[in-house]
């Protein structure tokens, strides 16, 4: 028989992306030996479509396609954006399962959203159906970053893994704010995305 394809999966909003979750990828598929990352933008939840001060799909799309090439092992996957409306993890992981039986999935994610797990639809599915792979965030203490996993095991006997990362306090809210107050976002974003934001005017919630 041979080996599954060990595929990480990189979810989230991306507006922007930065280099927080660069870094989380790129460690991921490192420490994990991952044969690929694939970086999937959720769609916009219709609470937050068109919203001020965001950017639409298409912006976001093309600032991770910008942020990623050149590198191999990231690609970018608009799986989660075929359908209309609120974009489920259980459901998008069982999707994967049953369309790639040659792959294993590997859900790559910051502390914090191991903090709001319970609160995810159907956690107890997340768990069974991939790795979960979790990087320290927010300067969490590593004794509580430890506490937090080891409860998580616990309760979903899922296979939870810790990911060895600098903490990167970074966040795209942040960076939607910064570009919002005028101030630049040089170095927190790769050079092609600043370049990005700006010809595109994004964030800027004043105008
Ligand atoms: P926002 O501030 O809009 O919520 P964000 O920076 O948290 O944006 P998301 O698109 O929400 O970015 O995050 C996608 C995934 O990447 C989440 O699992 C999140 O925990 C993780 N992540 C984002 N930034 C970092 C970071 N600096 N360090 C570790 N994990 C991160
Ligand atoms: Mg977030």
Redesign the pocket.
Known sequence: MTEKKKIGI??????PI?L??LI?GEEAYRQLDLDQVLYMPAGNPPHKRNRTGRAADEDRVQMIRLAIAGNPHFALSLFDMREEGYSYTYRLLETLNSEYSDCEFYFI??A??LVDFDTWMNPQRIANAAHLVV?T?NQMSNDSFEALLQKRREQYHGDFLRLD?PN???????LRELVGSGASVKYYVPDPVLDYIREHSLYRISE
Do not use: P
């Open positions: 990189m979810g989230g909003t991306f507006d930065h927080g979750h989380l994610m910051g914090d959203s990087a965030r990362t990167l306090d970074i966040s795209s809210q942040h």
